[in-house]
């Protein structure tokens, strides 16, 4: 069979404002560097695309950058002089009756692949926000849907397909090629080659309930002793987290407990959330206790609070397990600097159990805090970027690192893996991409290389 052309856009003899348009194609974070400028972008639609685009960068001895989704916060595809190798033409989702295993494109959706599999019956624990890929979100380690109690994402990852940097593709798995898959559960933006396939396992899909309380912003401290006390021994089939949040036609941020339940019934969801009421702190705003929803609706409540067109600045961190959370988010609570800003926490262990498989995600803790602050204009970037800036120096004392999926390495430096894990992250990156073919981590002036960031652990 004959090999369609190479789609390649060149900076150098595309007219600037396709070029243009390409380089920021799907591109979410609308604060972005412009000087950063590619050399080629390449809208790859086959396995053989990505094949020549990395040979062609060898050929021509330039980096090669990939985007799946384009939700990452510092557009780390976006790199300059690098062919940038954009998968969003590149997509595909299969699945298996026999073995439960679901085959996909690493451009595939969260919501996308959430709407193939509920509609045979079937489940994957997909990132929160629909818009977010699977290339992105499972190389961070997949902290999706009721990752406390059913584990992260990659516990569920069988293989994956990887083009190389001599422009070949291997398969790998715990038992082939197994150093590369260990690096693709959780390694992030450094992973040493481009993931084309993702096999994953489902498990049983029934239905979905939502139960949502809210408090005045004043109400944190009490509200968030309640929450972190409620989540160590709570349902399994439920997945609870809090927004520091406007709701819509608000005034006022509220501070809201979002409970999940994944159930057969909604009579067994109720009966999941009976013990709440016992320590509930008063004066909530109920909207509805194990109200029938689906994951496009949930999917909608996340998008309306991360809106398109939008500048963002997003930082996050792993609060020690005997922190004071109420007490921490008490004041960026109150100050939140806009009706688009958002703090996300989320309990993710109730102990420090490990991720099945021992693969490279291995930083975690008790309490996930995340900071979504975004905001429509650009001379409002100060303002916004300074209140995060506080925000995460006053985690300081109790910070035990940061997870790479919410983070921009250029703005600071922290811990990403345990002790020991970062230093294999760095090994395998170098190992398997001594030239540096991959652009890999985006760190302050992009100077990370093959080694990775010798900094980060």
């Known amino acids: 069979m004959a090999t369609s052309p190479l789609p390649i856009l060149r900076r150098e003899t595309t007219e600037p404002k396709t070029f243009n348009d390409a380089v920021w194609r799907r591109v979410f974070n609308h604060r972005r560097e412009s000087s950063r400028i590619p050399r080629a972008v390449v809208n790859a639609s086959s396995v053989e695309h990505v094949k020549a685009a990395v040979q062609l960068a060898n ?10 989704g384009g939700h990452s916060w510092a557009v780390w595809s976006v790199r300059d002089d690098a062919i940038l190798v954009d998968l969003g033409d590149f997509s595909f989702i299969e699945y298996d009756e026999k073995s439960k295993i679901v085959s996909c494109s690493p451009s595939t959706t969260s919501a996308e692949l959430m709407e193939f599999l509920n509609a045979r019956g079937r489940f994957f624990s997909t990132g929160h926000c ?17 990752a406390k109690n059913w584990g992260h994402s990659i ?33 992030g933006p450094g992973f040493p080659g481009i993931i084309t396939s993702f096999s994953l ?12 309380l809210a408090w005045p912003v004043t109400e944190i401290p009490t509200v968030m002793n309640w929450v972190t ?24 941020p509220v501070i809201a407990a979002l409970f999940i339940s994944l159930k057969g019934s909604v009579e067994e969801a109720k009966q999941a959330l009976q013990s709440l ?6 004066g909530a705003l109920t909207e509805g206790i194990a109200v029938p929803t689906t994951f496009k609706a949930e999917y909608a409540f996340q998008t309306s609070t991360l809106p398109d067109n939008y500048r963002y600045c997003v930082d996050s961190v792993w609060l020690s397990n005997d922190a004071d959370v109420g007490a921490l988010l008490a004041e960026p609570g109150r100050t939140i600097p806009g009706k ?10 109730s102990s420090q159990r490990p991720v099945k498989g021992d693969p490279a995600f291995s930083l975690q803790t008790k309490h996930y805090v995340s900071l979504y602050c975004g905001w429509p204009n650009a001379e409002d970037d100060e303002a916004h970027i300074q209140w995060v800036d506080k925000t995460i120096n006053s985690f300081k004392p109790h910070s035990v690192g940061s997870l790479v999926s919410d983070f921009d390495f250029q703005r600071r430096e922290t811990k990403h893996w345990s002790e020991g894990k970062g230093e294999k992250v760095m090994a395998l990156r170098k190992k398997y991409d001594p030239a540096g073919r991959f652009a890999g981590f985006l760190d302050a002036g992009d100077k990370s290389g093959p080694d990775g960031l010798r900094t980060s652990f």
């Open 59 to 68: 050929q021509e001895k330039c980096r090669v950058s990939v985007r799946s």
């Open 130 to 146: 629909g818009d977010v890929a699977m290339g992105g979100f499972l190389l961070g380690g997949g902290q999706g849907w009721n």
């Open 155 to 187: 516990e569920q990852m069988v293989a994956i397909d990887v083009v190389t940097e001599d422009g070949n593709e291997i398969h790998c798995s715990a038992v082939e090629n197994e150093e590369l898959f260990w690096l693709a559960r959780g390694g």
């Open 201 to 212: 396992q489902t498990r049983p899909f029934t239905a979905v309930y939502r139960t949502l």
């Open 229 to 252: 006390k409620v989540c160590d021994e709570f349902d399994t089939d439920t997945e609870l987290a809090s927004f520091v949040l406007y709701p819509p036609e608000s005034p006022a």
């Open 277 to 282: 009421k016992a320590d509930q702190p008063a």
């Open 340 to 349: 688009t800003t958002t703090i996300l926490y989320q309990p993710i262990t």
